[in-house]
């Protein structure tokens, strides 16, 4: 970039903000410009240069910054543009750290408050039920919602005979099923015998065959009565 003095001969990189000669170029505006429209808290003024009394040097530059969302301001001054650029932007993100963590303090604040205002609601919610539950007993016990039994026998006579007493001899009683839980059917083992499988193997099923044929015994018996008594 060519500086627009006449009496200057620099040239500069294209993004520079000022000559070496001290000049500042304007199209840098537009630079500020937008980083000030993308985050409209911040205020950056123009650069100014400061002049020895006989304008024969610049002896320092420095630029106007704000913060309007934490109300903060600051000048940031430099012997030299690249060191006040550098300024203005270590400036600029200490302010950002601070609104980041001011923002996320608010915004736990404000959820405190959300959820404080929602147990409200809830409580409240929750006494207006215990409220008509106790309403609802107390209405309950003025009335008297006693049973008449008596009311609801029925006294009438009835329209068949009351059958006879059974006899005794009509009594029947079957032989009782062999229970398999029993300790004649539960097999005990001995010491080798829980040792060895094969013999506890043969014991298990010697008391399986007792109780099969216990219950066999037990059909038979049980078939024999009923034919016997005419069931």
């Given at each position: 970039?060519?500086?627009?003095?006449?009496?200057?001969?620099?040239?500069?990189?294209?993004?520079?903000?000022?000559?070496?000669?001290?000049?500042?170029?304007?199209?840098?505006?537009?630079?500020?410009?937008?980083?000030?429209?993308?985050?409209?808290l911040l205020r950056i003024g123009t650069p100014e240069e400061h002049w020895n009394t006989s304008n024969s040097r610049i002896l320092k530059y420095s630029v106007e910054m704000e913060h309007k969302g934490l109300k903060e301001h600051k000048l940031v001054s430099a012997p030299a543009p690249d060191m006040l650029?550098?300024?203005?932007?270590?400036?600029?993100?200490?302010?950002?750290?601070?609104?980041?963590?001011?923002?996320?303090?608010?915004?736990i604040?404000?959820?405190?408050?959300?959820?404080?205002?929602?147990?409200?609601?809830?409580?409240?919610?929750?006494?207006?039920?215990?409220?008509?539950?106790?309403?609802?007993?107390?209405?309950?016990?003025?009335?008297?919602?006693?049973?008449?039994?008596?009311?609801?026998?029925?006294?009438?006579?009835?329209?068949?005979?009351k059958p006879s007493k059974p006899s005794k001899e009509s009594y029947r009683e079957y032989p009782a099923q062999p229970d398999k839980n029993s300790d004649v059917f539960m097999p005990t083992f001995t010491f080798f015998e829980k040792l060895n499988k094969s013999k506890k193997e043969r014991k298990i099923q010697e008391f399986e065959n007792r109780y099969s044929n216990a219950i066999s015994d037990w059909e038979e018996e049980k078939y024999k009565y009923s034919w016997c008594c005419g069931s």
């Open positions: 970039m060519k500086c627009p003095r006449s009496d200057c001969d620099f040239t500069n990189p294209p993004e520079a903000i000022y000559c070496d000669c001290g000049y500042y170029f304007q199209e840098n505006d537009v630079v500020t410009t937008n980083k000030t429209e993308k985050n409209s650029e550098n300024k203005a932007n270590h400036q600029i993100q200490k302010w950002e750290e601070k609104w980041k963590k001011l923002e996320l303090k608010r915004k604040t404000k959820e405190k408050e959300a959820n404080l205002e929602e147990a409200n609601t809830r409580s409240e919610e929750a006494r207006n039920a215990f409220e008509q539950i106790d309403n609802l007993l107390i209405h309950t016990l003025s009335i008297d919602d006693t049973v008449d039994w008596e009311s609801l026998k029925k006294k009438e006579s009835f329209s068949e005979m």
